[in-house]
């Protein structure tokens, strides 16, 4: 019998949320960084990435509830979807908001670069340091950008493995949800 000071392990660790979780603050530090904005998202994508292994989990602990007459209104594999949906969801926004977040920081930076650069007639070196800077800022802004690309992909695969084990489910009573469900089939980021 393990220890209650182990570690979770195995695909349980993956489930389960993290016994110390960390916070993170997105600043526009995180925006500039583009490895730790990248690695942030990965994080953010674990969900998406073992979205079959979280449907069979979700599905086991409603079954479990129900054996225990703790079970809700609706199948086992209704309350199961619905909770995986809006954990999905709750993912998917949160993903948009950095995004969204990091390009208008990036873009702002540009803008004030751009003021500089216009202020700078006479100072060749200076000028052309604000111009690799702005260049940098042009790469930052295209590679967070690039990111709604990469979103739209991974949405439509997470959608497409949650239909083949939900193939009955529709959100059609929340208007926030069905939203994400609409822009996940037409492949748009919301």
């Known amino acids: 019998m393990p220890s209650k000071s182990s570690p979770p392990l195995g695909s349980l660790a993956i489930q389960a949320p993290s016994l110390t979780p960390q916070l993170v603050h997105v600043s526009p530090a995180t925006c500039h ?92 070196k200076a000028k052309r340091m604000t111009q690799a800077e702005l260049f940098a800022d042009e790469v930052k802004r295209n590679q967070v950008r690039n990111e709604l690309s990469v979103e739209t992909i991974i949405r439509k695969r997470s959608l497409e493995a949650f239909q083949s084990r939900c193939r009955y489910f529709s959100p059609m009573n929340d208007p926030e949800t069905r939203k994400w469900w609409d822009g996940a089939q037409s492949q748009e980021v919301p």
């Open 33 to 124: 960084n583009l490895s730790l904005f990248k690695d942030l998202l990965k994080e953010y994508r674990r969900l998406d990435d073992t979205i079959t292994m979280r449907l069979n989990r979700s599905n086991a602990q409603f079954r479990d509830l129900d054996r225990e007459g703790l079970g809700g209104k609706g199948s086992i594999q209704d309350r199961a979807c619905a909770y995986v949906w809006k954990e999905l969801v709750e993912n998917w926004k949160r993903r948009t908001e950095i995004v969204d977040y990091c390009v208008n920081v990036v873009d702002q930076s540009m803008s004030q670069k751009h003021k500089v650069l216009d202020g700078l007639e006479g100072d060749a």
